[in-house]
């Protein structure tokens, strides 16, 4: 299976802030990588798809790139709203799908 | 609107049986794939099971080979996942989701675009 390896795990940071979050895959997966945000109690909602591609409804702050084995996802100006859980997923290997571990962004 | 609601959750001994439903609503179900996705309590996602829209090509995750079996009756728009030989592991919130796909030459897109709410299985004694 393809390990898909997440960070950090945590992080605080404040409304306003810039952050990023780091994704890697254990082989190349090209740009087969897709980023999920999940709010306590909610099912995970699709953010980025095909590493760089912004899900329809899905605010501007977000934003992915990458390809290969090292993927980020970026938000800029952090909304209160955006406090959740960020998993990566990899679709490359579609026998085996595999999340990454979750990044838990916090309010600094 | 699209929705999948996911029912059939509960409390169940070690060793025991529970179906899990999950009724699709507002597309054509027929059409699409469908990945069934659990997250243990405090933990992160599981990808467990996928099913093609044609009904002819399942996968498993090994840690539910053999104990788990993914249908759908799309005339009924409804995906399934019948769970045997239930462990403790086995405890969690089971998602269902659609799986969105596509490719051409240059491209290759799948992704999870619609997701249930859930639904809470139990396995304890």
């Known amino acids: 299976d393809i390990q898909m390896t997440q960070s950090p795990s945590s992080l605080s940071a404040s409304v306003g802030d810039r952050v990023t979050i780091t994704c890697r895959a254990s082989?190349?997966?090209?740009?087969?990588l897709n980023w999920y945000q999940q709010k306590p109690g909610k099912a995970p909602n699709l953010l980025i798809y095909?590493?760089?591609s912004l899900q329809s409804g899905v605010p501007s702050r977000f934003s992915g790139s990458g390809s290969g084995t090292e993927f980020t996802l970026t938000i800029t100006s952090l909304q209160p709203e955006d406090f959740a859980i960020y998993y990566c997923q990899q679709s490359s290997s579609t026998l085996s799908i595999t999340f990454g571990q979750g990044t838990r962004l916090e309010i600094k | 609107e699209v929705q999948l609601v996911e029912s059939g959750g509960g409390l169940v001994q070690p060793g025991g049986s529970l179906r899990l439903s999950c009724a699709a609503s507002?597309?054509?179900?027929?059409?699409?794939?469908m990945n069934w996705v659990r997250q243990a309590p405090g933990k992160g996602l599981e990808w467990i099971s996928y099913?093609?829209?044609?009904?002819?090509?399942?996968h498993y995750a090994d840690s539910v080979k053999g104990r788990f079996t993914i249908s759908r009756d799309n005339a009924k728009n409804s995906l399934y996942l019948q769970m045997n030989s239930l462990r403790a592991e086995d405890t969690a919130v089971y998602y269902c989701?659609?799986?969105?796909?596509?490719?051409?030459?240059?491209?290759?897109?799948?992704?999870?675009?619609?997701w249930g709410k859930g639904t809470t299985v139990t396995v304890s004694s």
């Open positions: 095909a590493a760089s």
């Open positions: 989701a659609r799986v969105y796909t596509s490719s051409s030459p240059y491209y290759y897109y799948y992704y999870m675009d619609v």
């Open positions: 099913i093609s829209s044609s009904v002819n090509t399942m």
């Open positions: 082989q190349s997966i090209s740009t087969y």
């Open positions: 507002g597309f054509t179900f027929s059409s699409f794939e």
